[in-house]
């Protein structure tokens, strides 16, 4: 017998929705099933749905986007909650495994991708302890056998959290010169899987991605677990 065994007997572990013991992982079969997932991409610009996985609106958008679900589901939120702000690392792997079952879903091929996080600024990840992004993003390219690159961005500027602004504007000057590339960082010609927990204007996606662009990025497809 050890600790956990211990643990698991006088504090068995929580479905995080729903509060239900579970003899283990994060959350419970039911409210993982609950997750009513999209299938399509989305432009970046304007969030319309793509069907065919192309620019029919918008053809000068930076980058595609890909959510696996909408962020107004209880147990959805209920886990990016656990991940950021509670410090459960242990819910990055069921938001991982949402992303790959949506690619599967769509049909969406990333073959000659490489997955990167969306970067933190030093400050915010010594506060948080980790990068969210990027804890999300390395089981998602082992599930889908892709290489996993966390510094292809720098974040340069820290500014306060995009949930913290008022509108579109607002959240468009707060993310302006965030983000460079990383010293070093080979990025021309790469096509890029650019990850992050939960978009919602899409304005960091936008910033990130057109740093990526001018750095010679040849393709990028934004997957966020969670839309707004």
Do not use: W
């Amino acid at each position: 017998m050890n600790f956990n065994f211990f643990g698991d007997v006088f504090f068995p572990p929580a479905c995080v929705a729903c509060g239900d013991s579970i003899p283990g992982g994060i959350i419970c079969d039911a409210c993982k099933n609950s997750i009513d997932g999209f299938d399509t991409l989305f432009c970046g610009i304007c969030a319309a749905r793509l069907p065919d996985q192309k620019k029919i609106c918008h053809t000068d958008a930076p980058f595609l986007l890909g959510a696996a679900a909408a962020y107004d589901g209880n147990a959805l939120r209920a886990l990016i909650h656990a991940l950021k702000f509670q410090g459960i690392a242990a819910a990055a792997e069921p938001l991982a495994a949402l992303l790959v079952r949506y690619v599967a879903r769509i049909h969406l091929s990333l073959d000659g991708f490489t997955v990167t996080p969306l970067p933190l600024s030093p400050q915010r990840a010594r506060a948080r302890g980790f990068n969210q992004s990027a804890l999300i993003a390395r089981p998602f390219a082992a599930a889908a056998g892709l290489p996993f690159e966390e510094r292809l961005l720098a974040r340069v500027q820290h500014r306060k959290p995009q949930s913290d602004t008022e509108d579109i504007f607002e959240r468009r000057e707060n993310i302006k010169g965030c983000f460079a590339p990383a010293p070093g960082a080979a990025i021309a010609g790469k096509k890029i899987v650019l990850m992050d927990d939960v978009t919602t204007s899409g304005t960091t996606f936008t910033e990130a991605a057109r740093v990526l662009r001018r750095a010679g990025a040849k393709k990028i497809i934004a997957l966020a677990a969670a839309k707004a």
